[in-house]
């Protein structure tokens, strides 16, 4: 069963930085795609980033030229660079993977449980 597991959130001033870490139990994220979402209080999860398994990424407007996605296969790791943070980044961070299981094209998503990341004075 596949796990992931993000982790370095925590308590930042606006204008700091946190980086993000999502490790999965198994090699995925270099055959998959995966993606950053944050759900905040009163809001719906929305998609914060993404990278496919080719390394294109993509980021919700919100966080362009402030958040960076990456991996690194040999460490089955994902990172989420967070720069300028402002309070409406506060959020629960959550690591999402589809992987695709079947030649059909049958996926499972893995979420992780998710990293708080609060941005206050």
């Known amino acids: 069963q596949v796990q992931l597991m993000e982790s370095g959130g925590g308590l930042v001033q606006p204008g700091g930085s946190l980086r993000l870490s999502c490790t999965a139990s198994?090699?995925?994220?270099?055959?998959?795609?995966m993606a950053w979402y944050r759900q905040a209080p009163g809001k719906q999860r929305e998609l914060v980033a993404s990278i496919t398994s080719g390394g294109s990424t993509g980021y919700a407007d919100s966080v362009k030229g402030r958040f960076t996605v990456s991996r690194d296969d040999a460490k089955n790791t994902a990172y989420l660079q967070m720069n300028n943070l402002k309070p409406e980044d506060t959020a629960i961070y959550l690591c999402?993977?589809?992987?695709?299981?079947?030649?059909?094209?049958?996926?499972?998503?893995?979420w992780g449980q998710g990293t708080q990341v609060t941005v206050s004075s």
């Open positions: 999402h993977a589809k992987v695709v299981v079947s030649v059909e094209g049958a996926a499972v998503n893995h």
């Open positions: 198994r090699n995925i994220f270099r055959r998959n795609g």
